[in-house]
């Protein structure tokens, strides 16, 4: 009976590590895609010469308020975010790969050690 409760917890280990894994995973690349479209529709109202200044403004708070408080420079924060998701999202096939393989190899080796 030991037996069957040791491996039931250690598949259910793998499983819960590797669902974090997929669930930040998926969570980094929404926020990357979000943050990149609504900084995308910033520029446009930017660059739209019908819009005066106060319009202008309006429309860019409505699709992201921006947080910075350095004077002119208007979404310093979301533009170094977009580009630190950038990397982050680029470089992480490999390691995340590499973390589902050590789990899943693991957790194979100690569910077998359980019942050799």
Do not use: C, H
């Not at 409760?5 to 669930?23: C, K, M, S």
């Not at 895609?33 to 019908?50: F, N, Q, T, Y």
Request: net charge neutral.
């Amino acid at each position: 009976m030991s037996d069957i409760i040791l491996t039931v917890i250690t598949v259910l280990g793998a499983v819960l590590t590797l669902g974090g894994l997929a669930y930040g995973a998926r969570k980094l690349a929404r926020e990357y895609k979000e943050l990149g479209e609504k900084l995308e529709a910033v520029a446009a109202i930017g660059a739209d010469p019908s819009l005066d200044e106060d319009e202008r403004k309006a429309r860019r708070n409505a699709v992201l308020p921006p947080t910075s408080s350095w004077g002119d420079v208007l979404y310093f924060r979301e533009w170094v975010r977009y580009f630190i998701l950038q990397q982050a999202v680029s470089g992480l096939g490999w390691p995340a790969a590499l973390t589902a393989s050590g789990v899943l190899l693991s957790t194979v080796a100690s569910a077998w050690s359980v019942w050799a």
